[in-house]
């Protein structure tokens, strides 16, 4: 069994930055790819970014260059540094982790960012 743990969300002014963290606990030895999602109220989830465990990563358009994903796989730990905020990225960040048979969720966090 995984458990993800969540944290870093926040109320921000836009232009500001939050980093966020996700650390998963238990069978992690399954775990390969790493991401984060969000989903705004009204909205459907969608991507935000992913990371292998050999480093590669994928984004979302709407963040490229704003934000920035990183792992520390010894502490089966992702991050999610965000920059350059805009009221546009408020939404519940969460956290999702990729095993080969299914994908696991985070309980999620919220992010608000302010004009």
């Known amino acids: 069994q995984v458990r993800l743990v969540e944290s870093g969300g926040g109320l921000v002014q836009a232009g500001g930055s939050l980093r966020l963290s996700c650390a998963a606990s238990g069978s992690t030895f399954s775990i390969n790819t790493m991401g984060w999602y969000r989903q705004a109220p009204g909205k459907q989830r969608e991507l935000v970014a992913t990371?292998?465990?050999?480093?590669?990563?994928n984004y979302a358009d709407s963040v490229k260059g704003r934000f920035t994903i990183s792992r520390e796989n010894a502490k089966n730990t992702v991050y999610l540094q965000m920059n350059s905020l805009k009221p546009e990225d408020t939404a519940v960040y969460y956290c999702?982790?990729?095993?080969?048979?299914?994908?696991?969720w985070g309980q999620g966090t919220q992010v608000t960012v302010s004009s």
């Open positions: 990371i292998t465990r050999g480093g590669s990563t």
């Open positions: 999702w982790v990729g095993r080969p048979w299914d994908g696991l």
